[in-house]
Nanobody, 125 residues
Framework: QVHLVESGGGLVQTGGSLRLSCAAS????????MGWFRQAPGKEREFVAA????????YYADSVKGRFTISSNNAKNTVYLQMNSLRPEDTAVYYC??????????????????WGQGTQVTVSS
């Protein structure tokens, strides 16, 4: 059982930056990949970024490429999402997720086994 706790959300103006953290505990030794997803009111949860832990490969949604960076600190069992040049359309609840097995598609919510409780990010115009 992997327990995930996100932090770092908040209110920021357009063009600002935030760094989200996701601290993992429990069966982290078998985690294959970590991802960040977001969900805005009235919308489906969507993929933001992911990292494959064995080789630190990273993947991004087109909407955040060049602005967001996912990274991991394996010693601390923590994954980060650095978000720069934030826009009002980035406003959402951001969720951290962990995949215990090799994922077929890193951008599918079904590829992940555990989820955090989410952290709110609000970008004002």
């Amino acid at each position: 059982q992997v327990h995930l706790v996100e932090s770092g959300g908040g209110l920021v103006q357009t063009g600002g930056s935030l760094r989200l953290s996701c601290a993992a505990s429990g069966g982290t030794f078998s985690t294959y990949g970590m991802g960040w997803f977001r969900q805005a009111p009235g919308k489906e949860r969507e993929f933001v970024a992911a990292t494959r832990l064995p080789d630190s490969s990273t993947y991004y949604a087109d909407s955040v490429k060049g602005r967001f960076t996912i990274s991991s600190n394996n010693a601390k069992n923590t994954v980060y999402l650095q978000m720069n040049s934030l826009r009002p359309e980035d406003t959402a609840v951001y969720y951290c997720a962990a995949a215990q097995t090799v994922w077929a598609r890193y951008y599918y919510t079904a590829s992940y086994d555990y989820w955090g409780q989410g952290t709110q990010v609000t970008v004002s115009s």
